[in-house]
């Protein structure tokens, strides 16, 4: 089975030693599928580790955020004309078996981005800290308030999409640091279809999250004034710069420097 027009995308920041053996096992499951990693800014030999285990590599100048390194990878996307992409994150999370059940579901032209939950199976065995879990459940019910569907894992960074929705990610609209929860609703101000389909999710293997110290404190102030601020957006304006930013507008990576 060929995987031409899929592509996978990874976002990294000093993760030499969960990028490889990701890859790795990306390669079990689909072994010809494109693997693009994101370096973003590392101070160690991230970018070096994803190129030996065989990624195409795309090096960021400095550190720009987690959302700005995934726009670098939908654009990358979206001008070499791939159909479907997944997003995955490089800490070893994200178990590469479920990816088959993202792009099983993204295929059926039913949504325009099926999200991986970690929540859907009701099992409880995932663990994260209470910091995060208040998090999550409050951005969860804000979202489904809002959107009028259930978000059971609105912080997941685990999605498969299609073209359309590929559009509206690599539109200015995007957020550069954390796309999580006010996402979701830009996506149903768009006219966009989600679905969340249950995958497995891993404790990180090592290294350090991007939640740890503070951050989840800033995270959930930062992500309050995002949501409030896109319900301020007007429906027929969000839609329109979707429509606008097509694969024309999408020359080079150097324009996501200019834009943050």
């Known amino acids: 089975m060929k995987h031409h027009n899929i592509i996978i995308v990874i976002p990294a920041y000093n993760e030499e030693g969960n990028i490889g053996p990701l ?12 693997i693009l ?5 590392s101070a160690d030999r991230t970018a070096r580790a994803a190129e030996k285990a065989g990624a195409i590599v795309s090096r960021l100048p400095f550190n720009m955020g987690y959302g700005a390194a995934l726009q670098t990878g939908f654009k990358y996307a979206l001008r070499n004309r791939y159909q479907y992409v997944v ?7 994200h178990d590469p078996e479920s990816i088959l059940i993202l792009l ?18 009701g099992s409880g065995s995932y663990r994260t800290t209470l910091s995060r879990k208040i998090g999550m459940g409050l951005f969860g019910r804000l979202a489904t308030m809002i959107t009028g569907q259930y978000v059971s894992d609105p912080t997941s ?3 498969a999409l299609n073209r359309d929705a590929l559009r509206f990610y690599a539109s200015r ?18 006219g966009l279809h989600v679905r969340e389909v249950p995958v497995i ?7 350090k999250s991007m939640h740890s110290g503070l951050k989840p404190v800033y995270y959930i102030f ?16 969000v839609r329109r710069v979707v429509k606008k930013e097509e694969i024309s507008d999408v020359n080079s990576a150097k324009d996501i420097y200019n834009k943050y």
Do not use: C, W
């Open 222 to 237: 930062k992500m309050l004034l995002s949501m409030f601020v896109t319900l301020l957006r007007n429906d027929k304006f």
């Open 37 to 41: 990693v994101i370096d973003d800014g």
């Open 104 to 121: 099983g579901e993204i295929k059926k032209e039913k949504a325009d981005v099926v999200i991986g939950s970690r929540f859907l199976d």
């Open 173 to 190: 609209l995007y957020p550069v640091d954390y796309p999580d929860a006010d996402v979701l609703i830009m996506l149903h101000k768009a």
């Open 157 to 159: 960074g685990f999605q």
């Open 201 to 207: 999710m891993h404790a990180r293997q090592q290294g």
């Open 23 to 34: 890859i790795h096992r990306i390669r079990e499951k689909l072994h010809d599928i494109d």
């Open 87 to 93: 997003q995955m994150d490089a800490d070893g999370q």
